[in-house]
Nanobody
Framework: QVQLVESGGGLVQPGGSLRLSCAASGIAFSLYAMDWYRQAPGKQRELVARITSGGSTNYADSVKGRFAISRDNAKNTVYLQMSSLKPEDTAVYYC?????????WGQGTQVTVSS
């Protein structure tokens, strides 16, 4: 059974930083690309960052240069380091993996950027 559990969200002031974590179980973690998505109120869920099994990364234009995705295969964990946060980064952040053609999501973690 695939499980993804996010942590690390919270309230932060504009310009601040947060690190999100996503612990995965039920898959051979090192073999799969992992994604972070986010969904703001009234908006569609959007892809924020992706890291492949080989460690290649790509980012949404809105977060390039501010966010960094990384993975620790020994801990079956993917991270999202978020810096220079803006109010428009406020959203629920979700971890995602596609496994044998099925999409799996974590429960989400709220990130609120506000003064």
């Amino acid at each position: 059974q695939v499980q993804l559990v996010e942590s690390g969200g919270g309230l932060v002031q504009p310009g601040g930083s947060l690190r999100l974590s996503c612990a995965a179980s039920g898959i051979a973690f090192s073999l799969y690309a992992m994604d972070w998505y986010r969904q703001a109120p009234g908006k569609q869920r959007e892809l924020v960052a992706r890291i492949t099994s080989g460690g290649s990364t790509n980012y949404a234009d809105s977060v390039k240069g501010r966010f960094a995705i990384s993975r620790d295969n020994a801990k079956n964990t993917v991270y999202l380091q978020m810096s220079s946060l803006k109010p428009e980064d406020t959203a629920v952040y979700y971890c995602h993996v596609r496994f044998y053609g099925d999409d799996y999501w974590g429960q989400g973690t709220q990130v609120t950027v506000s003064s």
